[in-house]
DNA sequence: TTGACATGCAAGTATATACTTGCCTATTAT
DNA sequence: ATAATAGGCAAGTATATACTTGCATGTCAA
């Protein structure tokens, strides 16, 4: 396989369902296991691994060995990236943008 | 193939560096034939248009028709799209996130 | 009305992706 | 020590993806 950039890899780890899910799982609770993640994917064990070595090939979630355990930490940086390189620069009406960040900021979600 | 969710369509279409290099020059020029854009990609027209056609697909790339040529304009609500649903929400250190937004609109690019 | 231009449609191919099954290894608990 | 637990590795399969080539269609200009 062609080597990929980082773009390609983050958006390719992003281009799936599952690999989505992982994310929210972890967002929910970091630090889980194999096993825990495992539980929420109508998958066999080695399906969610081979999508959790896309996340982190992507540098999407970080690993730490307990043990026999293999604990699961999830990284917002590439996101951050993806926000800078290809949604700021995209945001046509560039006001509109500001306004609806400082909805966000201001009124929701605090 | 099986029918995908507007999150699938949408992060499958940015995962190709042929398509997001698409969506950059619709975002240096907007409303480009298909023969205006083939010429910066080193691919056949089928290629490129079935490359728009998932863009299309994904709403990030609108048509219009004039005579025989093909306009296609830039959407970039979907972009915003997966800022609410996948970035916004990872933000982990919410503080930092919303200084580094402010640094953003008060000192850069503006 | 004929030719050149802009694009569409269909089929074919090679590679990548998402998954599975089966077996191996390391850690922990009894 | 042994068995259960947590996970790794490799190979195999089906489907999807990214392309190509060849031919057809609609529009414009002479």
């Known amino acids: 396989m062609a080597a990929m950039s980082d773009a390609d890899l983050l958006f390719k780890a992003?281009?799936?369902?599952?690999?989505?899910?992982?994310?929210?799982?972890?967002?929910?609770?970091?630090?889980?296991?194999?096993?825990?993640?495992c539980r929420h994917l109508a998958m066999t064990r080695q399906g969610v691994t081979q999508h959790l070595a896309v996340l982190e090939a992507a540098n999407l979630v970080t690993v730490r060995w307990r043990g026999r355990?293999?604990?699961?930490?999830?990284?917002?940086?590439?996101?951050?990236?993806?926000y800078d390189r290809w949604i700021c620069k995209f945001?046509?009406?560039?006001?509109?943008?500001?306004?609806s960040l400082k909805r966000r900021l201001e009124g929701g979600q605090g």
């Open 69 to 82: 355990e293999k604990l699961h930490f999830l990284n917002t940086v590439p996101l951050q990236q993806v």
């Open 14 to 37: 992003l281009a799936d369902k599952g690999r989505r899910k992982l994310l929210d799982r972890l967002h929910a609770q970091d630090g889980q296991t194999l096993g825990q993640l």
């Open 91 to 99: 945001e046509k009406p560039r006001l509109k943008a500001l306004s």
